[in-house]
């Protein structure tokens, strides 16, 4: 058994994996359905149980996300809108705020948060949507930015056997700890080659989950009228 950690260091805060879903999914919503941000308590629990873009898929109740939330006001990580006469309260992520993070920041933050450890290509892939960078060495700048930031909220491993690309986590959850069999070294853990078709796979799925979500909002919408 290989194993790795890495621990935070200074005095990042330390959430558990729902608050990290949870204000991921804040963020990545902001920038992928504005005109549904900030977002209602049933649209958070579709985004946290999408899916697609998640690793790993939960399937969080409404009270569980609900306690979530408000863990997450107490921290100042998200703030909670009653806007007078609105039935729903709404919540947005502080994270911008909070660690005075732009928007490319922001977005290889959230890629992390929602899908676990990643090299800089798959970051680039993934962050399209949410901020689109030009090159791969664009990515590894902003990484680099979040690894030195004090406290750091991205760690760099180290390059793993059989493998070309050094992986990058989010410390927002503490430590990283990583552990394989040996033999999930070697030929057969070599990334796969990053192809059109699967880009385009995992582009539709992220579609359809959105979809999704976005009847579900429609849904409690048009029932507060009945």
């Known amino acids: 058994m290989t194993e790795e950690i890495i621990a935070g260091v200074g005095s990042a805060p330390v959430l558990d994996p729902f608050e990290i879903r949870v204000l991921a999914v804040l963020a990545e919503k902001e920038a992928l359905t504005p005109d549904n941000y900030p977002m209602s308590l049933n649209a958070i629990v579709n985004g946290c149980n999408q899916l697609s873009s998640r690793d790993p898929v939960m399937q969080l109740s409404e009270e569980t996300v609900q306690d979530t939330l408000q863990r997450l006001i107490e921290r100042r990580l998200v703030s909670g809108i009653s806007a007078a006469g609105a039935r729903v309260t709404k919540y947005e992520h502080r994270m911008r705020i909070k660690w005075t993070l732009e928007q490319d920041k922001v977005a290889v933050l959230t890629v992390l948060m ?83 078709i699967g880009q385009l796979e995992e582009e539709v799925a992220a579609l359809r989950g959105e979809l999704n979500e976005l009847k579900a909002q429609f849904e409690a919408f048009r029932q507060q009228f009945q």
């Not at 004090?150 to 990058?168: F, I, Q, S």
């Open 114 to 196: 929602l899908r676990g450890l990643q090299t800089a290509g798959e970051i680039r892939t993934r962050t399209g949507r949410l901020h689109e960078f030009k090159t791969v060495a664009d990515v590894e700048a902003t990484l680099q930015f979040l690894v030195d930031k004090y406290p750091p909220l991205v760690a760099r491993l180290e390059r793993a056997p059989g493998t070309k690309e050094p992986r990058y986590g989010q410390l927002l959850g503490g430590e990283i700890s990583t552990a394989r069999d040996d033999s999930a070294f070697g030929a057969a853990a070599a990334p796969a080659p990053t192809s059109r």
